[in-house]
């Protein structure tokens, strides 16, 4: 009951910030003279206005479910997956290298899954370094994954620059995966593939092992308190180990689905930043399952209406990037909010 | 002499390239020594370029514009510390969401002034100058020889901030909170004050290094111009062992490891690859340093 009253506060917190971060924008755009109305009705219009703006909305949200679970895991246990995007970089690029060598007699039911775990295989042993690192040597895992993600980051586009361009290439980018690899699309002509099954897939799968499972219940507990967690018996090195293995796994995925979904090949730096947004998301959604993907959707809205906005109401399209720091920035803060309701109460 | 003038090419191209890393990883420092992470430097830098672009517009004046960058550096350093000092939020995250925030309001601001996506229009870069006596000094003469202030100004910083850390009061009292904040508190330092302070220099900082990319390297703002730089200056932090003159040879080191691929374009070391070597040189100096890492103790724990 009390844990019931605590999540609807926590609700509660999350919606106003939201709707802090939307009014705070509205305002500079009515500073700088820009509709604000005219440019949240064509947000809104861009984001769900149409079939294929919902798709598009939903396609730009899966991703983030994926990172969203990767942090919200770490975070579970009390661990920071800031390394997100460099998972995302190797995951993606494993995968298309495995789904390019995979010889084309080789059926898609057994290729695809293999070139999906090879990605998947890529970004857990990635996220896993953070994990080694931070459980053997003691150093602060947030450091660690900003040196991997820029590690990751360049060696791919050195890779997708140079050895693996694909032919008569002007841009970095890897040669189109067969098509019989590549995603079947929910809705024809969107961007919509059926990687939105494996999200909502893994979201059940998250819930269940973090409710049901011993595993899931040694991540909590040390989240809740690492030391008493310890002596309670639970491994915390080699549990460490394995929640950034499994979260960079996770986060991989959001790039794996986009290299064989969305744009059927890797493209260098083409996830631009979907490793920081997971952050957001998962701190958005409480790490719950539910939570995440209603996070996922309000950012993939965002991120879908943006150039609807940008044409109707002349404000740049990268004012959506302002929205999602602004809710990052209240949603870490519960304490504005309640500072604020506690002054008006007196 | 083709070699000499060859070797000091390389020399300055090094330390232009370096300004904009030291001066924010001598920020980092400052911040961190005090016990508290920004990873927000990104974007604070980004503003910074941006504040200094729009002074330069408006005033007509690079100065102007340096000023601007200072201020805005201020402000957001207040507002950092406001939310992680006073209402205890999450460093990590407030860093990341303010580097959303400033990638995105940077394009936004210029769209407003300049009606373009992305990129700003030309504005009054800072003028160089040449000391006349001492520019024919051979090797040295270079340093006062069509050279933008900042080069002198970086190493000036570095070293007044190493003093102020160690041979001042107030520097020695910034690091027992970095150390132990429960203890300095209890010994009647008053350690939001004197937090608030390191956050607000640190950003400053940041916001300079900035500037000095958008008006005195070049005079435009573009779209992500700090392009890692922030991360690199946090990596240069750590390598030179929390420590404004360490920020300054590690930011030096990551600098020549970048001037080395202008000044070799014909062994053609791939961009990519010398853009990763600060981030491996720190990953595994790091490692190998591990456990007796002369990080502040308390760093990112605030009680």
């Known amino acids: 009951m009390k844990k019931n009253r605590q999540n609807f506060a926590n609700l509660g917190y999350s919606l106003i910030a939201i709707l802090f971060s939307f009014l705070l924008v509205g305002i500079i755009m009515l500073i700088m003279g820009y509709d604000p109305l005219k440019a949240y009705s064509s947000l809104f219009e861009g984001a769900f206005g149409s079939s294929y703006a919902i798709s598009l909305t939903l396609s730009k949200s899966v991703p983030l479910v994926f990172v969203g679970l990767a942090v919200g895991f770490a975070l579970q246990g009390g661990l920071f997956n800031i390394g997100g995007e460099g998972q995302i970089y190797i995951g993606g690029f494993t995968a298309a290298i495995a789904g390019l060598s995979i010889p084309g007699f080789i059926p898609a039911w057994v290729a695809l899954p293999l070139a999906i775990l090879s990605g998947i295989a890529g970004g857990f042993l990635w996220g896993g370094a953070i994990g080694l690192i931070k459980a053997k040597l003691n150093i602060n895992e947030v450091i660690v994954a900003i040196m991997m993600n820029y590690i990751a980051q360049t060696m791919t586009s050195f890779f997708v620059n140079g050895p693996f361009i694909a032919a008569r290439s002007m841009t970095p980018q890897t040669e189109i995966l067969p098509q019989k690899l590549q995603l079947p699309k929910i809705i024809p002509n969107t961007q919509l593939t059926t990687s939105l099954y494996i999200a909502i897939a893994m979201c059940a799968l998250y819930g269940f092992v973090m409710k049901r499972t011993v595993f899931g219940f040694e991540v909590r507990a040390m989240g809740n308190n690492m030391h008493a967690a310890e002596t309670g018996g639970v491994r915390v090195t080699r549990n460490t180990v394995l929640i950034m293995a499994f979260s960079g796994g996770l986060a991989a995925m959001a790039g794996i689905f986009e290299v064989f979904g969305t744009y059927g090949r890797f493209i260098d730096g083409f996830s631009s930043g979907i490793g920081f947004t997971g952050i957001a998301i998962a701190f958005i959604g409480q790490s719950t399952p539910l939570g995440i993907i209603l996070a996922s959707l309000l950012f993939g809205s965002l991120q879908a209406g943006a150039m609807q906005m940008s044409m109707m109401a002349g404000v740049s399209a990268n004012i959506d990037k302002v929205i999602q720091g602004l809710v990052i920035v209240f949603i870490a803060t519960p304490n504005i909010i309640r500072y604020m309701f506690k002054k008006r109460r007196q | ?303």
């Open chain 2, 1 to 303: 002499m083709a070699v000499a003038s060859f070797a000091v090419n390389m020399l300055m191209m090094t330390f232009r390239l370096a300004v904009p890393i030291s001066l924010a990883s001598i920020g980092v420092s400052i911040s961190e020594r005090s016990g508290v992470i920004n990873l927000g430097i990104e974007g604070i830098m980004l503003l910074g370029a941006l504040g200094g672009v729009v002074g330069s517009h408006l005033f007509g004046s690079a100065w102007m514009g340096i000023l601007v960058a200072l201020i805005v550096g201020a402000v957001i350093g207040f507002l950092y510390s406001l939310c992680v000092l006073k209402f205890e939020a999450n460093q990590s995250v407030i860093g990341i969401g303010l580097n959303i925030i400033s990638s995105g309001l940077t394009v936004v601001i210029v769209k407003f002034i300049w009606k373009k996506e992305g990129i700003s229009g030309i504005v009054n870069q800072m003028a160089t100058y040449s000391i006349p006596g001492l520019r024919t000094i051979p090797v040295v003469g270079a340093f006062f020889t069509d050279q933008s202030p900042f080069i002198l100004l970086t190493f000036v910083i570095a070293l007044v901030c190493s003093h102020i850390l160690w041979k001042t009061k107030v520097g020695l009292r910034l690091q027992a909170i970095g150390e132990n904040p429960r203890a300095a508190a209890t010994a009647g330092i008053p350690v939001a004050l004197y937090r608030t302070l390191a956050i607000v220099a640190g950003s400053c900082l940041a916001a300079l290094g900035g500037a000095y990319l958008s008006v005195v390297h070049s005079n435009l703002f573009v779209n992500n111009m700090v392009a890692g730089r922030g991360f690199i200056a946090i990596a240069a932090n750590i390598l030179g062992g929390w420590n404004p003159l360490g920020s300054l040879l590690a930011s030096l080191l990551f600098a020549f490891t970048q001037a080395l691929r202008f000044q070799f374009s014909a062994v053609h070391v791939p961009d990519q690859i010398s853009q990763m070597i600060p981030y491996v040189i720190t990953l595994f100096v790091l490692m190998g340093v591990g456990r007796k890492a002369r990080a502040p103790a308390k760093l990112g724990v605030l009680e």
